[in-house]
């Protein structure tokens, strides 16, 4: 397992505008957490859930929702780096998400990440980092993601 880059303060952050993070390592989606996803969310519909009927649709299996996808991010990330030195960090949002590629049951998906900008907030930093993740086998990425969060001091 690949080690996360550690930033010992909010500084090295900063210095680190424009550094490629990753990649992960690898994370399956299975089934299980497919369904738990559409059980929390209440999005039921038959390509991620129904396998019978998914097997004969467009995908020819069950595939993970997008939103699922995106919400693995605060699993991936933290394997790509950590900062040392704050208070708590927190996610502040996204600016923009897309999902090129679908996510079949039973991939393994990794992330890699780009610090696109550090910005001053009121007792802290707002980091802004372009998470890409990948299926592998996939010739397209499932996920890129904008990814904005703060560390307060």
């Given amino acids: 397992m690949a080690e996360p880059r550690v930033f010992g303060s909010v500084e090295e952050l900063r210095a680190a505008v424009g550094a490629e993070l990753g990649p992960s ?6 089934q299980k957490r497919i369904d738990l996803f559409a059980e929390a ?5 038959w390509i991620h859930v129904d396998q019978e009927k998914a097997a004969a649709g467009p995908f020819g299996t069950t595939i993970a929702h997008g939103y699922l996808t995106l919400s693995l991010l605060p699993a991936l990330v933290p394997r790509l780096m950590r900062v040392d030195n704050v208070t ?22 990794r992330a890699t990440a780009r610090i696109a900008e550090v910005a001053e907030v009121s007792g802290g930093v707002q ?7 990948e299926r592998e086998g996939g010739d397209k990425p499932v996920c890129v993601a904008e990814s904005v969060s703060r560390f307060y001091l």
């Fill in 25 to 30: 390592d690898w994370l399956e989606v299975d």
């Fill in 41 to 45: 969310t209440g999005d039921h519909q």
């Fill in 88 to 109: 708590m960090g927190i996610n502040y949002g996204t600016n923009k998400v897309r999902f090129p590629a679908t996510v079949p049951v039973g991939s393994r998906l």
């Fill in 127 to 133: 980091l802004t980092t372009v998470v890409t993740i």
